[in-house]
């Protein structure tokens, strides 16, 4: 069966340079899976015209693969080619349901980010305890005392769980929790590691301080403005739009 044209998700073709190597590969292959466009059986495109579409080298783009594989969404045959695999579907559902941040790129995160965070600003506003904003500066001042990325990037990610805990509705803290759990693996975090400077964390920790601070004023225009800024400023410097 003949090989289909590999087309790029939008969400990345703009900014190309700015995804970590093969991250841009990975997203293209789970969007062609999730989309249908591939089906059970179909061939994928051959490793040297990967390794040209995306500007890999071939150990990058069977990292890749190799990872699909593990996670039984293709299948390979020497002599023969890579193949969807007959139970991708439910493969693909299967993660979906049991471990979504296994299939969550970091693109989808911040969309995602982008969609939750200004939103649930109007609830915090109203419903924010003083323990709730108490907790919210003992996170800033934790994240500002850290001496490691990965304590920093821990407190920055506790305080975002505790402001959506501040709003004071079950679903929405699971799914900032989800997003948290999101933000542990691999392939954000290698994100993270790869752009955040000295003067970019500084930014960060003033965007946070103007954030908490226009929830303790009860201030929502400026609380939603100061969240919209941080993740824009976030989304900019990881995925480079």
Known sequence: MPAKA???PPSTRDHPDAIGAGQRLREALLAQLHSGRWRPGDRLPTERAL???????????????????????????VGSGTYVAERATAALAGLAADNPAAITSPTELMEARMTFEPAIIDMVIRRATPADLQRMEHCCEQAEAATTL???????????????????????????????????????????????TRERRLAYQREHRALV?????????????AAREHLTHVRRNLLGY
């Open 150 to 196: 990965e304590d920093f990037e821990r407190w920055d990610g506790l305080l975002h769980e505790v402001i959506a805990d501040a709003a004071h509705n079950n679903f929405v803290s699971s799914v900032f929790r989800l997003m948290n759990h999101v933000r542990s693996q691999g392939d954000w975090g290698a994100l993270k590691r790869r752009t955040v």
């Open 6 to 8: 590999l087309a790029k």
């Open 51 to 77: 390794c040209a579409e995306y500007g890999l080298g071939r150990s990058t783009v069977r990292r890749v693969l190799g990872e699909l594989k593990d996670l039984s969404l293709i299948t390979q045959t």
């Open 213 to 225: 601070e226009a929830l303790k004023d009860r201030d929502l225009a400026r609380a939603v403005e």
